[in-house]
């Protein structure tokens, strides 16, 4: 479960992230997102996620998989609900 360095990624790039709803912070997702043009900054990448921009940060998790997202999403859920009972 390998993430990608943010110092790798290129425009075009589809990567996977854990999502966390910012209306439910219980709920988390793993979804698709683009590496694209930062739309203010033109030296800069961004990460295009639900028709939004996102800036692309040093201690972000991206995943090159979709399966390397979810093995990440369900290890830090299942620690959770391990601790939790």
Do not use: C, R, W
């Given at each position: 479960?390998?993430?990608?360095?943010?110092?790798?990624l290129q425009l075009?790039?589809?990567?996977?992230?854990?999502?966390?709803?910012?209306?439910?912070?219980?709920?988390?997702?793993?979804?698709?997102?683009?590496?694209?043009?930062?739309?203010?900054?033109?030296?800069?990448?961004?990460?295009?996620?639900?028709?939004?921009?996102?800036?692309?940060?040093?201690?972000?998790?991206?995943?090159?998989?979709?399966?390397?997202?979810?093995?990440?999403?369900?290890?830090?859920?299942?620690?959770?609900?391990?601790?939790?009972?």
């Amino acid at each position: 479960m390998d993430t990608v360095d943010p110092k790798d990624l290129q425009l075009g790039d589809e990567v996977y992230v854990i999502y966390h709803n910012p209306h439910t912070p219980s709920v988390s997702n793993v979804k698709p997102a683009e590496i694209v043009q930062h739309p203010k900054d033109p030296n800069a990448l961004a990460l295009f996620l639900n028709d939004t921009f996102h800036t692309i940060e040093d201690d972000d998790a991206l995943f090159q998989s979709e399966s390397d997202a979810t093995s990440a999403y369900n290890q830090m859920y299942q620690d959770e609900i391990d601790n939790y009972f």
